[in-house]
């Protein structure tokens, strides 16, 4: 072998070696770095520092384990000042719009809260801001909504065309009734509206005590109407118009916080959905690949679908689509 030829190898080799070793310490980089800017200790990384923290709940609102806790740590950490509750969503269940509720009034007995409304803050997601000491809304945001439905869908006609009947014993005549295999009679119809009327009544005295307002003198507000955050505004539903910097303002101006605090989003840890649409994507997974999965994620964005997997009583709003 040639002089010329070992040379060659040998720089090779180096070069092979001088990679090896350049990607472990990138690699090693990455992971330190990750772990500084992620880590929800708040001994370490960014959470280590005086701050504002920012929680956001968008989507459908769902009594979330991982949030709740989200919401504790953040209540329990000494570097949390105060707090921003972003909120973008229709609502979604009632139980969860309570659940989230008790848990800011419980921050909020530690530190200031104030809520930022987004594009719709909305039924749950209006129950959600009313934890909150002061909302900073959008002019144009949606937000109203106040009410309680149930609902189900009847397909015992559908079911009757293709040659299918559902046979049922039960033990009392309201178990499991209203079913979506039989048009609801009368007895279960007068039960769902006890609900329903138990629960608005809650939601109407929250809002109320929360506001300080009565919901007869807000036109429209009894029956469920929605309203521009300018309009809100104008009912007292929310106290000021803006976005997040007039929520940090608020914070500094009226709850005494340092100024020019940073702001750093907390998110819950990551909670696997094994519902309806987790199983539509996973099915379609199986079949056609990634984009199965894709179009089951597509459907779950779109209102109609997504409430399908929720269950219990909603405080949703649902625009007519006609």
Known sequence: MSLETEIVLDRRQLRRRLSLWRGLAITGLVVALGGYLLSADETGGVFAQKHVARVSFTGTITESRPELEMLRKVRDSQNVAGVIVFVNSPGGTTTGGEAIYEELRLLAAKKPVVAQFGTVAASAGYIVGLGADHIVSRGNTITGSVGVLMQWPEVGELLGKVGVKMNEVKSGDLKASPSMFAPADEPSLAVVREMIDESFRWFASLVETRRGIKLADVPGLEKGRIFSGREAMTYKLVDQIGGEPEAHRWLEEKRGLEKDL??????????????????????????????????????????????LGLDGLLSVWQPSEN
């Not at 199965?292 to 997504?306: D, N, P, V, W």
């Open 262 to 307: 940073k702001i750093i989003d907390w998110k819950p840890a990551t909670d696997t959905s094994w519902g309806l649409t987790a199983a539509i994507g996973a099915a379609f997974g199986n079949l056609i690949g990634p984009a199965g999965q894709e179009a089951a994620e597509i459907l779950s964005r779109t209102r109609a679908f997504a409430t």
